[in-house]
């Protein structure tokens, strides 16, 4: 849990949507917006979950506002947006974190689960979109985040749906920027392309594998990906953001050999993904059912891979001061241009008396 910041209240007063909020990358999220200040409505299906994020937004600083919901669900995910509204104000930020999965050969897959992973993944993400630009196109303000994924450019075996999933995601959200920018909106929306993180999804995704499924090394933490997506959120017009050197050079790599990609995850994306024990035949999963519903199961930020996972993205930090640096830059000639401007406009309201303009020199 993130420790309350009484210094930096960059959010205090804004309202701020989350969805997968009650754990992993939307909990971890969800308490930096509460940490800086701002009114979080929390949206997710896992309701002790949600009661344990609602507590730590508050903890940190935050107001919170939990709100269950299945994201796969239009109406419900509109209730959502009405009552967060209605409870914390006009909403300045959205951020769509929700998804599930399956961890198996597409062969393996049944239509119906892969059906579900794309109405959470994806049309999950639609419709947080849809609801929040229902509310901020009207007023001309506002910012979305997707959480995207490095998966999204460069898919891998045992995760067809879920890669089908972030692929459309970035086609979504490319065709939506595209039509606020034609319409000459000041509502953003912006991307942060996501490498694997240790959150608990990897103890309750649908799973077929012999072994436990793990994200494939290098593993960072997730207050790593919620500071990329609230920096994100203060810097939405820039088209997306890439946290950590794994999904830089996953990204680059699918770029210029992607052929090549494809055999060496032939050969190595099975083992990757799973660690040496055994996969327990009891094991539950999320796919249909929250795992963190019942009393005492609230899982937090964090999955078991504490032990090998990073708190740092270097790639991250570059791109923070690289972004605040090109903002302060072009405040700093806007500033000059509206006093240049001023300026002209002052010396010709103040210009040669009337019987002298137009005489020659």
Not at 62 to 79: H, M, N, Q
Not at 303 to 317: E, I, M, P, V
Not at 328 to 350: M, Q, S
Request: with cysteine; charged share 20%; hydrophobic share 40%.
């Amino acid at each position: 849990m993130n420790q309350p910041d009484h210094g930096d209240k960059t959010y205090a007063g804004k309202t701020v949507v989350v969805t997968g909020a009650s754990a992993g990358i939307g909990r971890a999220a969800a308490e930096l917006f509460g940490a800086r200040g701002a009114r979080v409505a929390l949206i997710a299906r896992g309701e002790d979950g949600l009661r344990g994020a609602a507590d730590a937004v508050d903890y940190v600083g935050g107001t919170a506002l939990a709100l269950p919901a299945d994201v796969a669900d239009f109406e419900a995910v509109e209730r959502a947006a009405e009552r967060a509204e209605a409870e914390l104000g006009p909403i300045d930020v959205w951020v769509n974190v929700a998804f599930t999965s399956v961890f198996a050969p597409f062969s393996e897959i049944t239509p119906a689960e892969f059906r579900r992973v794309t109405e959470v993944t994806y049309l999950g993400c639609v419709h947080g979109t849809m609801a929040a630009l229902r509310r901020m196109v009207p007023r001309d303000r506002g910012t979305i985040v997707q959480v995207g994924s490095a998966l999204g450019y460069r898919s891998i075996p045992l995760q067809s749906a879920y890669c089908g999933a972030k692929h459309a995601v970035n086609g979504f959200t490319e065709s939506v920027r595209t039509e606020l920018m034609h319409d000459g909106s000041n509502v953003r929306i912006t991307v942060v392309q996501m490498p694997a993180v240790n959150t608990p999804q990897f103890s309750w995704v649908l799973s077929r594998l012999p072994r436990n499924p793990q994200p494939v090394p290098p593993i960072y933490q997730p207050e790593v990906a919620a500071e990329g997506v609230v920096f994100a959120a203060g810097h939405p017009n820039r088209k997306e953001y890439w946290v950590g050197g794994s999904t830089v050079a996953t990204i680059l790599a699918q770029k210029v050999a992607a052929p090549l990609l494809d055999r060496y995850l032939a050969k190595t994306g099975y083992d990757s993904q799973q660690t040496g024990k055994r996969t327990d035949p009891g094991r539950r999963s999320n796919l249909w059912q929250p795992v963190d519903a019942p009393p005492g199961s609230d899982q937090g930020a964090h999955g078991s891979f504490d032990d090998r996972a990073r708190d740092r993205s270097g790639h991250l930090a570059a791109a923070e001061t690289a972004e605040t640096a090109g903002s302060a830059v072009t405040r700093g000639f806007d500033a000059l241009r509206d006093t240049a401007g001023g300026a002209r406009r002052a010396e010709e309201d103040d210009g040669p008396p009337s019987g002298d303009r137009g005489a020659p020199a």
